[in-house]
C-alpha cells in the first residue's frame, strides 16, 4: 500500500512564505510523475505543479514565478516551496503519484490571511 502524506501547512499572511513536504512510503523513483494539487473552498482541486522522474517541471500559470517543485530522490520527499502567497492560495493541498496508478495524499490545509 503506498502512503504519501502531506506536512507543512499552516496560516501565514500575505506575501509569506511556506514549504510543504511530501513523504513516501517508497522510493519516489517508481513514480513517473509527482505533483501538488490544490482544492479551494467551494471549488474542484486543480493542479499547482508537477515534476517527473527526469526533472522536467510544469507549473499553473497562477503560481509561476512563485512556486517552487523539488524532489530529494534520496529522502523519498517532495517538496513545493511557496513564496509571496496571496489570499486566493488559500486551499487544502494535495501531494499526487503516478506510477501503474494514481496515488493522493490526505491534504495539508494552507490559510492565507490578507
Known amino acids: 500500500q503506498v502512503q504519501l502524506v502531506e506536512s507543512g501547512g499552516g496560516l501565514v499572511q500575505a506575501g509569506g512564505s511556506l514549504r510543504l513536504s511530501c513523504a513516501a512510503s517508497l522510493s519516489i523513483f517508481s513514480f513517473n510523475t509527482m505533483g501538488w494539487y490544490r482544492q479551494p473552498p467551494g471549488n474542484q482541486r486543480e493542479l499547482v505543479a508537477t515534476i517527473t522522474s527526469g526533472g522536467s517541471t510544469n507549473y499553473a500559470d497562477s503560481v509561476k514565478g512563485r512556486f517552487t517543485i523539488s524532489r530529494d530522490n534520496a529522502k523519498n520527499l517532495l517538496y513545493l516551496q511557496m513564496n509571496s502567497l496571496k489570499p486566493e492560495d488559500t486551499a487544502v493541498y494535495y501531494c499526487?503519484?503516478?506510477?501503474?496508478?494514481?496515488?493522493w495524499g490526505q491534504g495539508t490545509q494552507v490559510t492565507v490571511s490578507s
Open positions: 499526487n503519484a503516478v506510477a501503474v496508478r494514481r496515488y
